[in-house]
């Protein structure tokens, strides 16, 4: 899923509205005792049968302290998320900011 199935059109989209209304979020107390030391998460789906299938990640991947992206992952996910020339960009800026007297100039370049 990316930004694109995000806007206006897709929301309002009958199967999808129809697919949000069966979800239901619940706060896990377990989850909440793991932090700061893990940031997991677990899915539950329950079946027209009855039957429930659940999955349980204690730690999602691009969790910086147990399974961080690599710079290829994370100019990917950029691209994905902004479009090549912006990821190109925001790229070329993180790589700057070290170096620079002023970020100012920097920042300033951003779209």
Do not use: W
């Amino acid at each position: 899923m990316g930004p694109e199935q995000l806007d206006d059109t897709h929301r309002a989209d009958p199967a999808v509205r129809a697919l949000a209304d069966k979800i239901t979020v619940v706060h896990a107390d377990d989850l909440d005792a793991a932090l700061p030391d893990h940031r997991g998460a677990r899915l539950t789906v329950e079946l027209r049968d009855g039957r429930r299938l659940q999955a349980h990640v204690t730690d999602p991947v691009g969790d910086v302290d147990h399974q961080p992206f690599d710079e290829r992952e994370i100019s990917d996910k950029l691209a994905r998320l902004l479009g090549d020339g912006t990821a190109r960009r925001v790229v070329e800026l993180s790589d700057a900011l070290p170096g620079a007297e002023d970020v100012g100039p920097l920042l300033g370049g951003l779209p």
